[in-house]
C-alpha cells in the first residue's frame, strides 16, 4: 500500500517521498464521522515546494478499484489532518 502511495505523491508533486509515520486521523463534522482511516506522512526531497507530504487511499464506491491522495504540507496544511480536510472541501467544490 505505501508503494502506491509513493509512487502518487512522486508522480502528483514530484521529487522523491520516503515514508516517515502513519498516523490515524478521524475527521468529523457536526458530530458525524466524514472521513476515518490512516494518513502516511513522508519526507520529500528535490521537491521546490514542500519537504514534507501526506498520502491516503479511500475505496472508490462501486468497484474495487482506491482513488489516491496526495497533498502537500505547504501553506494551510500543517498536519494530516489539515490534508484530510483540505482534500474534503476540494471534493465538495466538485461535487
Given at each position: 500500500m505505501t508503494s502506491e502511495l509513493k509512487t502518487a505523491i512522486e508522480s502528483q508533486h514530484g521529487g522523491r517521498a520516503?515514508?516517515?509515520?502513519?498516523?490515524?486521523?478521524?475527521?468529523t463534522h457536526a458530530g458525524q464521522t466524514v472521513w476515518e482511516g490512516v494518513v502516511h506522512v513522508f519526507n520529500l526531497a528535490d521537491n521546490p515546494k514542500a519537504t514534507r507530504a501526506y498520502a491516503w487511499?479511500?475505496?472508490?464506491?462501486?468497484?474495487?478499484?482506491r482513488r489516491y491522495f496526495?497533498?502537500?504540507?505547504?501553506?494551510?496544511?500543517?498536519?494530516?489532518?489539515?490534508?484530510?480536510?483540505?482534500?474534503?472541501?476540494?471534493e465538495h467544490r466538485k461535487g
Open positions: 520516503t515514508l516517515v509515520q502513519s498516523v490515524p486521523v478521524k475527521e487511499s479511500s475505496p472508490i464506491e462501486g468497484s474495487s478499484k496526495a497533498v502537500l504540507h505547504m501553506g494551510a496544511i500543517k498536519s494530516p489532518l489539515d490534508a484530510v480536510r483540505a482534500a474534503i472541501v476540494a
